[in-house]
C-alpha cells in the first residue's frame, strides 16, 4: 500500500528498527532480571557482575545446577507444552465439552494442563534426568547454577498458597460481580438517550478521577466499627467488615463500577440498536431482549472488561492493605511483609521469588488475551 | 427506553456507586471536621516497695483510658473542631514562619507541601515524556515490518499489565546496593553511586518507572489512531513537497489530537495517584506523595491508633486538587463536544 515516496530511507529505518529493539529490552529486561534472579543463591543474586548472576557460580557450587542435558530437555518440553496449549488442547476442550459448557470446558482444560505440566516438569523430570546425568559424566555436570528452593520456602514454608486463594477468592468475586452489574448498567446507558445517564456518565468520570486513598479513609472507620452500629438492626450477627475479603470485593467493585460502564457502554453501542428493536417487536420486554438478542452477542466486550476488572482485583494494594488483616492477605500486600522484615539477602531473594509468582499469571494472561487487551484500550478511546 | 426500565437496569451499579463512593465521600467530609478520642481519666496510684525500716511509696497520677463495661473497648468521644485537622496537615504557622525568616525552602521540609510539590511535578512531567514515548513507539512499530508487530505489542503490554508495587520492586531490585544497573553506572561515571541514599536520584527512577510503565498504554491507544490516518491527506502532502517531519506536525499530530486528550486526561488521573513507587522504593524517608500521607495516617502507629481526621482532612485536600487538575482539560473536551453537536 505504501507508495515509493512514503517508504522510509534506510538510515530512517535503521533509526527506527533500533528504537524499537531498544524499548523492548527495556520493557522486557526487569522482568526478565527478577525471574533469573529468583533461580540463584542470595550471593549470586545480587553479585555485581551481570555474568555472575546468570550462570550462579555459587548456587553450582552447593550443587544446584542445569547440565547441557538438563536444558537441551527443558526447552524441548517447555517447546512442546507451548505448542500444544495452542493446538492440541483448544481441540479436546472442544470435543469433550458441549458447545453450552465452552467457558467452564476452557476453566477447566487450562487448570488440567497446568496441572499435568507442573506434575512433569517438576515431579518427572528432576529425577529422571538426575540418573542420566550420572550416566553421562562430563556432559552431565552442572554448567549453570539453577535453584528451586525460594519458591519452595516461599511457597509451602511460608504458606503463600493462602494468599494465593485469598486473591484468587477476590478477583473471582470482583470480576463476577462487576460483571454483572456493570453489564446491565453499560447497556441501560448505551440505549438511553436522556439527560439523566449523561449526567450518570458524567458523575462516573469524577468518582473515576478519586484517587483510593480517599475512599479507604472514609470505609476504615465504618468497618472497624461496623458490628457496634450494626447491631440493633441485625443484632449479634452483625458482622465486623473490617478483614472481610467479601466487603474488599463490594469496595473493588464499586471502585471499578465507574470504569466498567464506561467501557461497557461503548461496546453495547457497537451493537446495533436494530437487533433488540426487532425483538421488542415480537413482543420482548427489556429484559428478555437482553438475555435473548443481546447477551448472546455481548462476550467479546465482556470478556474485555472482565480482564480489566482482574488487573484491577489482583494489582490492588492500597485497599487491600489497609481493609484486610494478617490471616485473609492477598499477594500483592503479603509481599510487603517480606520487605518490611528483609534482614538477609536470603529474605530479599525469597520477596524477588514471591514477586515472580505474583507476576507469572500476568504473564500468562497476557499471552492468551492480548488481543482483548489491545481492544479494550482502544474501545474508549478511538470513538471519543 | 423508557425511564422506568432505564432505572432498573441502572440501579444495582448506581446503588453500589452511592453507598461505597458517594456515601464515603460524605463520610470523610464530616471527620475531617471532626476528633474521636478515647475517653480519659486521671487516676491515683500508690505503689509500694519493700525496704528496710519503712517501706517506700510512691503516688502517681497516671491518665487511663476508660473502658467500656459492655463492648470492652475504650470509650470515646467525638468532637466538632472545626478546621483543626486541616490547619494539624497544613502547618501553616510553620509555613509563614518560613515565609517570614524568607526561609522557602523550609516550607518543603513539612510533609503536606513536600508531597504536593513531588505529586504535581510528577503528575505533570511524566506527561510529555509519555505522550512523546508512546507515540515514538507507536511510529516505529507502524513503519515496522507486520511480522514483528505482534511480539512487540506482547512485549510492550509487560509494563503496563504488571502490578505496580512489582513493578517498582523490580526496578528497585536492579539498582538497589550493588544492582547490576548501579554498577554499570559506576563503570561509565567512574564514581561510587547509591541511588536510594538522596531524593533526587530517588526522584528520577520514579520517573523512569512511570514512563516504563504508562508509555504502553499511550503507544496502544496512538497505534490505533495511526491506522486511521487518512492516506489521501498523507499522500497529497508527499506530493506538496512535506518532508517527513511536516507531514507529522500537520496531518498526522492533528488527526491523534482527540487521542492525545483523552490519554492526556486518564494519565492525570491515574499518575496523580502515584503511590506504589513509593512502596516499591521505600522511599519514605525522601520523597512522598498526596496518596501516600494519606494512607500513612490511616496506618496504625505504634500504639495501634489511626489518625482518622488527619487522613480525612488529608484526604479531601487530595481531593480538591485533582478537582482542579481536570477543570482545564474537562472543559475543553466539554467545549469540543458542544461545537461538534451544533
Known amino acids: 500500500m505504501a507508495s515509493k515516496a512514503m517508504r522510509q530511507s534506510v538510515g530512517l529505518r535503521a533509526l527506527s528498527n533500533g528504537f524499537l529493539a531498544f524499548w523492548c529490552l527495556l520493557a522486557s529486561f526487569p522482568i526478565l532480571w527478577i525471574t533469573v534472579m529468583s533461580f540463584k543463591a542470595p550471593r549470586d543474586a545480587f553479585a555485581a557482575s551481570a555474568w555472575d548472576v546468570i550462570t550462579g557460580p555459587e548456587t553450582r557450587a552447593a550443587g544446584n545446577g542445569l547440565s547441557v542435558l538438563d536444558i537441551i530437555v527443558g526447552i524441548t518440553v517447555l517447546y512442546f507444552t507451548i505448542r500444544w496449549a495452542f493446538g492440541v488442547l483448544p481441540g479436546l476442550v472442544r470435543q469433550v465439552f458441549p458447545s453450552s459448557l465452552i467457558v467452564l470446558g476452557w476453566l477447566v482444560g487450562a487448570a488440567a494442563y497446568a496441572i499435568a505440566f507442573i506434575i512433569v516438569f517438576f515431579g518427572i523430570l528432576p529425577p529422571v534426568l538426575g540418573v542420566l546425568n550420572g550416566l553421562l559424566g562430563p556432559l552431565g555436570e552442572p554448567i549453570i547454577g539453577l535453584t528451586t528452593i525460594h519458591y519452595y520456602s516461599v511457597w509451602v514454608e511460608n504458606a503463600f498458597f493462602r494468599n494465593f486463594l485469598n486473591s484468587l477468592l477476590v478477583t473471582a468475586g470482583v470480576v463476577t460481580i462487576s460483571l454483572t452489574v456493570g453489564t446491565l448498567a453499560g447497556y441501560g446507558l448505551a440505549r438511553s438517550g436522556s439527560n439523566l445517564a449523561f449526567w450518570l456518565l458524567i458523575i462516573a468520570l469524577v468518582f473515576r478521577a478519586l484517587p483510593h486513598s480517599v475512599l479507604v479513609a472514609g470505609y476504615l472507620p465504618w468497618f472497624i466499627n461496623s458490628a457496634e452500629i450494626l447491631r440493633p438492626l441485625l443484632g449479634d450477627i452483625s458482622p465486623t467488615l473490617y478483614g472481610q475479603p467479601w466487603a474488599i470485593i463490594a469496595v473493588l467493585v464499586a471502585i471499578n463500577q465507574p470504569f466498567t460502564i464506561w467501557m461497557l457502554r461503548s461496546f453495547f453501542q457497537n451493537i446495533p440498536s436494530e437487533l433488540d428493536e426487532a425483538a421488542r417487536v415480537d413482543g420482548c420486554s427489556h429484559f428478555q431482549a437482553f438475555r435473548r438478542v443481546i447477551m448472546p452477542v455481548m462476550w467479546p466486550g465482556v470478556i474485555t472488561t472482565g480482564l480489566f476488572s482482574f488487573l484491577l482485583g489482583y494489582n490492588d494494594f492500597l485497599v487491600t492493605s489497609l481493609l484486610l488483616d494478617a490471616q485473609n492477605q492477598t499477594m500483592v500486600p503479603a509481599i510487603a511483609g517480606y520487605f518490611n522484615r528483609e534482614t538477609t539477602t536470603t529474605d530479599q531473594v525469597e520477596a524477588v521469588a514471591a514477586a515472580v509468582s505474583i507476576i507469572a499469571p500476568l504473564f500468562l494472561l497476557v499471552m492468551v488475551f492480548q488481543r482483548q487487551i489491545v481492544s479494550g484500550l482502544t474501545a474508549g478511546a478511538v470513538k471519543g | ?342
Open chain 2, 1 to 342: 427506553m423508557k425511564s422506568k426500565t432505564f432505572f432498573w437496569f441502572v440501579a444495582p451499579s448506581v446503588l453500589m456507586m452511592l453507598v461505597f463512593i458517594a456515601a464515603p465521600l460524605v463520610s470523610v467530609l464530616i471527620q475531617s471536621f471532626q476528633v474521636t478520642q478515647p475517653v480519659m481519666q486521671t487516676v491515683e496510684t500508690e505503689t509500694c516497695t519493700p525496704g528496710f525500716l519503712t517501706q517506700t511509696c510512691t503516688t502517681e497520677i497516671k491518665t487511663i483510658p476508660i473502658i467500656d463495661e459492655v463492648t470492652g473497648k475504650p470509650q470515646t468521644t467525638t468532637e466538632w473542631v472545626g478546621f483543626l485537622s486541616y490547619q494539624r496537615v497544613l502547618q501553616m504557622d510553620k509555613v509563614w514562619a518560613a515565609i517570614s525568616a524568607g526561609q522557602w525552602g523550609d516550607i518543603l521540609q513539612i510533609d503536606f507541601w513536600k508531597a504536593l510539590r513531588f505529586t504535581l511535578t510528577f503528575t505533570l512531567l511524566t506527561l510529555p515524556l509519555v505522550l512523546g514515548v508512546g507515540l515514538a513507539i507507536a511510529l516505529a512499530v507502524n513503519s515496522a515490518v507486520q511480522s514483528i508487530r505482534g511480539p512487540v505489542i506482547f512485549i510492550s503490554l509487560l509494563p503496563f499489565i504488571i502490578t505496580p508495587v512489582i513493578g517498582s520492586l523490580a526496578i528497585y531490585w536492579l539498582f538497589v546496593g550493588d544492582g547490576i544497573l548501579t554498577v554499570a553506572l559506576e563503570n561509565i561515571l567512574e564514581r561510587d553511586i547509591a541511588m536510594f541514599a538522596q531524593a533526587w536520584t530517588i526522584e528520577i527512577l520514579m520517573y523512569v518507572f512511570r514512563v516504563w510503565n504508562n508509555a504502553p498504554f499511550a503507544f496502544v491507544i496512538f497505534y490505533a489512531g495511526l491506522q486511521t490516518v487518512n492516506m489521501d491527506t498523507l499522500e497529497s502532502a508527499v506530493i506538496d513537497g512535506a518532508s517527513r517531519l511536516q507531514r507529522l506536525r500537520h496531518v498526522i499530530i492533528p488527526h491523534l489530537m482527540p487521542l492525545i486528550i483523552f490519554i492526556a486526561i486518564i494519565h492525570l488521573m491515574d499518575v496523580y495517584r502515584v503511590f506504589e513507587e513509593i512502596v516499591g522504593f521505600r522511599s519514605q524517608a525522601h520523597v512522598i506523595s498526596l496518596q501516600w500521607l494519606t494512607y500513612d495516617f490511616l496506618v496504625p502507629d505504634d500504639a495501634g491508633n489511626r489518625a482518622i481526621s488527619r487522613a480525612s482532612a488529608s484526604a479531601m485536600l487530595t481531593m480538591i486538587g485533582i478537582v482542579i487538575l481536570l477543570i482545564i482539560p474537562l472543559r475543553r473536551t466539554w467545549r469540543d463536544h458542544k461545537g461538534g453537536a451544533h
